[in-house]
């Protein structure tokens, strides 16, 4: 069983920045397609950044120019997020896939304060 696990969120004034990381027990982000979801409360979980298994990467317009979604190497990503604003607020999850299968971190709080 892959476990993911992430880290890096906290408590930060808008406009400041965070690095979130994910690190998978086994080399699943190197072809693999990875991603970040955000979750707050009430609302639905929304896909933030993504890499395909071609390395096409994608972002949500709300964070585009912000974001940079990485992974450096097969056991590795990242999530650096710049110029937060308090709507960035919300549980952030990683992803990995594998022969089919979604693997899902325990999520990391980031809270945005104005």
């Known amino acids: 069983q892959v476990q993911l696990v992430e880290s890096g969120g906290g408590l930060v004034q808008a406009g400041g920045s965070l690095r979130l990381s994910c690190t998978a027990s086994?080399?699943?982000?190197?072809?693999?397609?990875v991603a970040w979801y955000r979750h707050v409360p009430g609302k639905e979980r929304e896909l933030v950044a993504s890499?395909?298994?071609?390395?096409?990467v994608s972002y949500a317009d709300s964070v585009k120019g912000r974001f940079t979604i990485s992974r450096p190497n097969a056991t590795i990503m990242f999530l650096q997020m710049n110029s937060l604003k308090p709507e960035d607020t919300g549980v952030y999850y990683c992803v990995g896939h594998r022969y089919g299968v979604d693997y899902w971190g325990q999520g990391t709080q980031v809270t945005v304060s104005s």
């Open positions: 086994e080399m699943i982000f190197r072809i693999n397609s």
């Open positions: 890499i395909g298994g071609g390395g096409g």
